[in-house]
Structure formats: structure tokens, C-alpha cells
Nanobody
Framework: QVQLVESGGGLVQAGGSLRLSCAAS????????MAWYRQAPGKQRELVAA???????NYVDFVKGRFTISRDNAKNTVCLQMNSLKPEDTAVYYC???????????????WGQGTQVTVSS
């Protein structure tokens, strides 16, 4: 089995920073693209940022210049550095990854359990 475990959420004032981390563990051969999504109350889950195994990154417009996604392929981890946080960034943030497991040919997509980020005004 594969698990994605997030950490680093919390409460911060507007303009502050938080760093989210996510570690993939289990019977992993290789981790492909990794990403962060978020879901605010009453809204659909949305992509925030993604990074390929080669290091190419993609950001949605509302976080460009404020958030930075990075990964460590040796440790199967992905981080999201969030600066200049706004109240509208308040949401549960989810880690997502494409993983090839030991003994399984097909790539599977996994989600973490989510970590709450609350930005006060």
C-alpha cells in the first residue's frame, strides 16, 4: 500500500507564511507527478500547484508569485511554501501523487488526508 501524509498546516495571519510537506511511503517503485490541491468550505477541490518528477512546475494564477512547490525525489516528498497568505487561501490542502507500486504495472493516483490552513484577516 501507499500513504501520503501531509503536515505543516495551521493558523496564520494575513500576510504570513506556512510550509506544507507531504511524504509518500509504502511499496513504491517510482513517484511521478506530485501536486497540491485545496478545498474551501462549500467549494470544489481545485489544483494549486504541481511538479513533475523532472522538476517542471505549474501554478494556478491565484498563487503565482506567492507559492512555491518543490520536491525531493530521493525522499518521495513534496513541499508547498506559501507566502503572502490571504484569507481566501483558507482551505484544506491535499497532497496528490501518481505512484508506481512494487509488483503493479499500472500507475495509481493517491491522495493524502488533508491539512487545514486558516488565514485570519
Amino acid at each position: 500500500q501507499v500513504q501520503l501524509v501531509e503536515s505543516g498546516g495551521g493558523l496564520v495571519q494575513a500576510g504570513g507564511s506556512l510550509r506544507l510537506s507531504c511524504a509518500a511511503s509504502g511499496s513504491i517503485i517510482r513517484v511521478g507527478s506530485m501536486a497540491w490541491y485545496r478545498q474551501a468550505p462549500g467549494k470544489q477541490r481545485e489544483l494549486v500547484a504541481a511538479v513533475t518528477s523532472g522538476g517542471s512546475t505549474n501554478y494556478v494564477d491565484f498563487v503565482k508569485g506567492r507559492f512555491t512547490i518543490s520536491r525531493d525525489n530521493a525522499k518521495n516528498t513534496v513541499c508547498l511554501q506559501m507566502n503572502s497568505l490571504k484569507p481566501e487561501d483558507t482551505a484544506v490542502y491535499y497532497c496528490n501523487a501518481d505512484v508506481w507500486r512494487v509488483g503493479v504495472i499500472t500507475r495509481y493516483n493517491y491522495w493524502g488526508q488533508g491539512t487545514q490552513v486558516t488565514v485570519s484577516s
